[in-house]
């Protein structure tokens, strides 16, 4: 039974841009809409750490490292929350993961971003 679907993983070259997804297929609507939903990664050998987080009126706060380059959106019709990530850095290499802001989902697999210097 999964609960959050990522995608749009891949390798790219610095500088480069990624659009990730995460669909919630499980989530009840309103819950969805409710909720304060986030981004995270997790690099090889590293915690998982917060990212990006939205709230269901779309304010956003993005974690120093990102801030200017990756922009979070939702769309509660599709109940997935996007993440545009530009002018990577070979530093964001990481599987990333979307959740609730309080991890109260069970996590999905992931989708894994590299970029390449």
């Known amino acids: 039974q999964v609960h959050l679907v990522e995608s749009g993983g891949g390798l790219v070259q610095a500088g480069g841009s990624l659009r990730l997804s995460c669909r919630a297929p499980r989530m009840i609507t309103s819950t969805f809409n409710s909720a304060i939903m986030a981004w995270y990664r997790q690099a090889p050998g590293k915690q998982r750490e917060l990212v990006a987080s939205?709230?269901?009126?779309?304010?956003?706060n993005y974690a120093e490292s990102v801030k200017g380059r990756f922009t979070m959106s939702r769309d509660s019709s599709r109940k997935t929350v996007y993440l545009q990530m530009n002018s990577l850095k070979p530093e964001d290499t990481a599987v990333y993961y979307c959740?609730?802001?309080?991890?109260?989902?069970?996590w999905g697999q992931g989708t894994q971003v590299s970029v390449a210097s």
């Open positions: 939205m709230t269901h009126g779309r304010e956003a």
């Open positions: 959740n609730g802001v309080n991890q109260e989902l069970p």
